[in-house]
């Protein structure tokens, strides 16, 4: 019994240091962005079957061993970030990141842009997502407003230019609405015309009544004009004819389109009542719906919830042009630890994969938030009390040792 109460009290003070480091470890990365915290699970190296007078059995366990360290799965506490890069996972999820050719899975959303535009960790690491494919020669080829993520194996490091434009896309229609009245004094309406060089341009239009008149209804001579901001430069110049019903609306329109710097726009008047009418009430301002964007110069990246990265360009248009992937595993404890940030795939997590919509597109499944980062799951109060168990039972085992000792010495002082 002094033999086995030796081993029981060696295993006991070795698993309880040991557990004393994981957890030491634990309360020095309290701070530590991403990292998961380890737990302990202890078990019985032996166990001792006792049978009572009732026929009861019981184990009585002989040794102890420090069975796992299971990974802490809760969410860190989020932290503030004046970087526009720092993203933090609010859910589960793992951030995937590439090194020399081998992918590892992070919480860790410090990211940042290297030299080269491509976004990585602090330490260089790639950060794998899905690209837009909307970006060719530094100018955007279209603007996406979401973008789907490919396949797990098609994940690739994310690369953004430092200089990108966005086109221009002249204006080809200008729809007008307006009510002329039915006075005889002239009516001028306008509208703003982008031209391919992206120059906003002024489109002038001036409803005069004609002289002579052929009831019923009411007929107009309409003139458009293409000019310059400043008018100092005319583009063209184009003349129709307007006829309206006895009622105001509007029946015919020869005026079809006018050039504009080179661009020709097409002149929507409307029908009916749907656009420039001549109805027996006070005059009021039209107005006007022309499309066309003109070109702007990109003023930075930010993302967005769905971990996509959003371009901003000087003329107040956004796209996406890229997505962070964020991986899923069936068994995230099953993940081997390389750091207390970083982690790799194993036989027990199983291979990465991604959650499905309702439809069964491929999708984060978690929420990703900007200007956040998600600190250590540890909590200090916990790692404190449980460093203080485990050095305490660290003190018991050594006492049971060192009692174990003193009755052996005792024992083999009586034989003497």
Do not use: C
Not at 20 to 41: K, L, P, Q, Y
Not at 108 to 132: P, R, W
Not at 301 to 329: D, P, R
Not at 358 to 363: C, H, I, L, R, T
């Amino acid at each position: 019994m002094m033999t086995q109460a030796y081993y029981t009290g060696i295993s006991g003070l070795q698993n309880s240091s040991n557990a004393i480091n994981v957890v030491s470890d634990n309360i020095a990365n309290v701070n530590t962005v991403g990292f998961r915290g380890e737990g302990t699970e202890f078990a019985s190296l032996f166990e001792n079957s006792i049978t009572t007078g009732k026929g009861d059995t019981s184990t009585v366990g002989v040794g102890v061993r420090l069975q796992a360290t299971p990974m802490m799965k809760n969410q860190g506490a989020l932290k503030l970030s004046e970087n526009s890069t720092d993203v933090a996972i609010h859910g589960d999820g793992w951030f995937g990141i590439q090194g020399k050719g081998t992918s590892e899975y992070t919480r860790n959303g410090a990211f940042t842009f290297d030299k080269n535009s491509d976004l990585v960790t602090a330490d260089g690491y790639h950060v794998l997502g899905t690209m837009g494919g909307n970006i060719a020669d530094g100018v955007l080829t279209e603007k996406l407003t979401k973008i789907p993520l490919s396949d797990v194996k098609g994940q690739k490091k994310l690369n953004f230019p430092k200089t990108l434009s966005y086109p221009t896309k002249p204006t080809s229609k200008a729809k007008f609405l307006a009510n002329l009245g039915v006075g005889n004094d002239p009516i001028t309406i306008g509208a703003t015309v982008i031209d391919s060089k992206s120059n906003r341009n002024n489109l002038h239009l001036e409803f005069v009544k004609k002289k002579v008149q052929t009831p019923p209804g009411s007929q107009y001579t309409v003139t458009a004009k293409t000019q310059n901001p400043e008018g100092t430069k005319i583009y063209d110049t184009k003349t129709g004819d307007v006829t309206f019903d006895a009622a105001g609306a509007l029946v015919s329109n020869s005026l079809k389109s006018i050039d504009n710097n080179g661009t020709p726009v097409t002149i929507d008047l409307g029908s009916g009542y749907d656009g420039v009418t001549s109805i027996d009430v006070p005059v009021v301002s039209g107005s006007s719906i022309a499309d066309g964007i003109v070109g702007g110069d990109l003023i930075g990246y930010s993302m967005n919830k769905n971990a996509e990265i959003v371009a901003t360009f000087t003329n107040g248009e956004q796209s996406s042009v890229g997505k962070i992937a964020l991986y899923h595993f069936i068994n995230e404890q099953g993940l081997d630890r390389i750091s207390g940030t970083r982690f790799a795939q194993s036989g027990n997590s199983g291979d990465p994969l991604f959650r499905k919509d309702a439809e069964g597109k491929n999708v984060n499944g978690s929420d990703v938030l900007t200007h956040r980062l998600e600190n250590s799951n540890v909590e200090l109060s916990h790692g404190l009390t449980d460093l203080i168990i485990f050095q305490r039972a660290f003190d018991a085992n050594s006492k049971s040792i060192k009692t174990a000792d003193e009755m052996m010495q005792k024992a083999l002082s009586m034989g003497a």
